[in-house]
T-cell receptor, first 110, second 114 residues
Framework: SQQGEEDPQALSIQEGENATMNCSYK?????LQWYRQNSGRGLVHLIL?????REKHSGRLRVTLDTSKKSSSLLITASRAADTASYFC??????????FGTGTQLKVEL | KAGVTQTPRYLIKTRGQQVTLSCSPI?????VSWYQQTPGQGLQFLFE???????NKGNFPGRFSGRQFSNSRSEMNVSTLELGDSALYLC?????????????FGPGTRLTVL
């Protein structure tokens, strides 16, 4: 399986701090995506990084991809209480489907 | 544009029954994918449809089936429900020609099997 594995499983930080979560996968990929999910609701797409890209930014989000290590990281800067959610990485490789990781539960406390 | 809609939002069934869930993608999106989310197994891919054809299928038993209509709306059906089918079922659509692109998710249908 090329399922992504997120690390850590849970993360608790104070508002204003940065949050970093990591994702590792097993096989070659076409792209890697990060999604956010609030309280068991639908997922929201955050960012997509292609296999030939190394870093991408979107607002307070920064994603890096290291294909040699088969890993990616998501950095949320200056976190807010509203960032409290579960974050999933999802990879696409052989076959036309998206495979999700196990998720990181982020809690941002006031 | 309206987002992805799923109906119903909540459903309670008993073992052995069957259920049909519906998904309306964002207007213009032709790819629709279905996922099952449970606390134990996480998010698992069920199947993907594009232009009324099933293009990809996950590792689920034949009790799980789906279809897509000419207007891109999709349904999934689960027959002979089991307790383990209790889950949040998520539908996602994408604008590209494959599910490799950004996925737009609906709010999900929470199915409880008693």
């Amino acid at each position: 399986s090329q399922q992504g594995e997120e690390d850590p499983q849970a993360l608790s930080i104070q508002e204003g701090e940065n949050a970093t979560m990591n994702c590792s996968y097993k096989t070659s990929i076409n792209n890697l995506q990060w999604y956010r999910q609030n309280s068991g609701r639908g997922l929201v797409h955050l960012i997509l990084i292609r296999s030939n890209e190394r870093e991408k930014h979107s607002g307070r989000l920064r994603v890096t991809l290291d294909t040699s290590k088969k890993s990616s990281s998501l950095l949320i800067t200056a976190s807010r209480a509203a960032d409290t959610a579960s974050y999933f990485c999802a990879v696409t490789g052989g076959g036309n489907k998206l495979t999700f990781g196990t998720g990181t539960q982020l809690k941002v406390e006031l | 544009k309206a987002g992805v809609t799923q109906t119903p939002r909540y459903l309670i069934k008993t073992r052995g029954q069957q259920v049909t869930l519906s998904c309306s993608p964002i207007s213009g999106h032709r790819s629709v994918s279905w996922y099952q989310q449970t606390p134990g197994q996480g998010l698992q891919f069920l199947f993907e449809y594009f232009s009324e054809t099933q293009r990809n299928k996950g590792n689920f038993p034949g009790r799980f089936s789906g279809r897509q209509f000419s207007n891109s709306r999709s349904e999934m059906n689960v027959s002979t429900l089991e307790l383990g089918d209790s889950a949040l079922y998520l539908c996602a659509s994408s604008a590209g020609t494959s599910s490799l692109d950004e996925q737009f998710f609906g709010p999900g249908t929470r199915l409880t099997v008693l």
